[in-house]
């Protein structure tokens, strides 16, 4: 074989060594670098379920606390007296004249209206009750309180929205997450538990979405004189899993209810997508039947990500909690973060053709070293034999 021919064969070869070597150093570190991102979606998925346990166990505690209150059993009771009559329509439909009908207030202020000064007996216990109320909803960020009747009439509302003074069993709201709390709480009148609905959308409140808890209350002789329920603000758990901060440009964690729709915005969406975008992938599936882990998918957008995926319990509803990030940004951001390897690589593939070189010189010395003996044995041989031929 030629130099040269001897010299290409040998830089090929070892080329694709290194090839190879550099394919292998690539694959492990993106893997292990894709691992890293899946613990820290994980995490992720970790935090905004707790933090969304944390908002919602705390509404519960205040739910409790305001059912035992005695200002509000005290409103309670009174309204109950007052409306706990064979006919009730009457007078409901009399209170609704006096705090929406010839409320002076502009619609979405009307819960400004503390006393109608008709000096009513409602009136009275309205008046003694909504500024406490008004200022509770307003501090501690809640949409609305509701004072409900055994018979499922609405007695008191802060805001004042279409649902005051409505029959929650009979009424057009029969269907609606207050009336569904409300029944709930009534059935469970002796446990005295909380009960929350899931996300829907509600009539009164230009049907944003909305989530409301609800517990019974009960006299000093332990009987049941109604329900009280607290309409949630859905911005808190929005706010909680819409922040992407060290989530990169692709990062973003989302809620999915048992029917396959967002209770969070979508991160790449202009407009709200919570009730309306529809996730049916396989990690949320997973997590909505109560598995956990993390998978490389393609999201409802139809992009390849890695996503991780937890379940979260809601009122007995299931909720898929899923953190996800674009595999090409993690394929990105492997390569760039992945040390250099071209220093070393040419300085591997310099170290092994000097080896080659000096292995063939070598070879080369070697075999003219034994050719030179075998020259010196051939003349003394013939010296040898020419002399005996003299003789």
């Known amino acids: 074989m030629s130099a040269k021919g001897f010299w290409l064969r040998s830089s090929l070869g070892i080329l694709a060594v290194l090839a190879l070597l550099a ?16 613990d820290r979606l994980v995490l992720l998925n970790e935090l905004r379920k707790g933090a969304v346990e944390q908002y919602l166990s705390t509404a519960r505690a205040e739910l409790q606390f305001w059912s035992t209150n005695p200002d509000i059993l005290a409103a309670q009771q009174g309204f109950h007296t007052i409306l706990n009559t064979s006919d009730s329509k009457p007078i409901l439909a009399a209170i609704k004249k006096s705090y929406v009908g010839q409320n002076k207030n502009p ?11 008709g000096g009513s007996s409602y009136s009275a216990l309205h008046s003694q009750l909504h ?3 008004k200022l509770f909803v307003s501090e501690r960020g809640y949409y609305d309180i509701f004072l409900i009747g055994p018979e499922g009439d609405v007695y008191y509302t802060v805001e004042k929205e279409s649902d005051f003074t409505t029959n929650l069993n009979t009424g057009p709201l029969r269907d609606s997450g207050l009336a569904y709390v409300f029944q709930r709480a009534m059935q469970a009148q002796e446990e005295g538990v909380v009960v929350m609905s899931d996300m829907q959308a509600y009539a009164p409140s230009d049907n944003a979405p909305a989530m409301f808890m609800a517990r019974v209350l009960k006299n000093p002789e ?11 603000p859905t911005t808190k758990i929005l706010d909680i899993m819409s922040y992407t901060a060290g989530m990169g ?11 396959k729709l967002m209770r969070s915005n979508s991160r790449f969406s202009t407009s709200p997508t919570v009730l309306v975008q529809k996730v049916d992938t396989k990690t949320v599936n997973k997590a909505l039947a109560g598995e956990s882990g993390v998978e490389l998918i393609t999201d409802y957008r139809g992009v390849e990500v890695l996503s991780a995926y937890t379940s979260l319990e809601v009122g007995g509803n299931s909720w898929a909690v899923i953190a996800e990030f674009d595999r090409q940004e993690i394929v990105s951001a492997a390569a760039s973060e992945r040390p250099s390897l071209s220093g070393t690589l040419s300085f591997i593939f310099g170290l092994a053709l000097w080896s080659v070189w000096y292995r063939r010189g070598s070879t080369v010395d070697n075999a003219a070293s034994d050719g030179a003996v075998a020259g010196v044995d051939l003349s003394v041989s013939d010296f040898v034999d020419s002399s005996s031929i003299g003789s």
């Open 131 to 133: 500024p406490l109320a």
């Open 107 to 117: 619609a979405e202020t009307f819960h400004q209206l503390d006393d109608t000064g």
């Open 222 to 232: 332990g009987t049941v004189i109604g329900v009280i329920a607290f309409q949630l």
């Open 249 to 259: 440009e692709t990062g973003e964690t989302y809620l999915v209810g048992q029917d």
């Open 23 to 38: 394919w292998g150093i690539a694959h492990w570190y993106l893997s292990t670098f894709t691992k890293d991102i899946g």
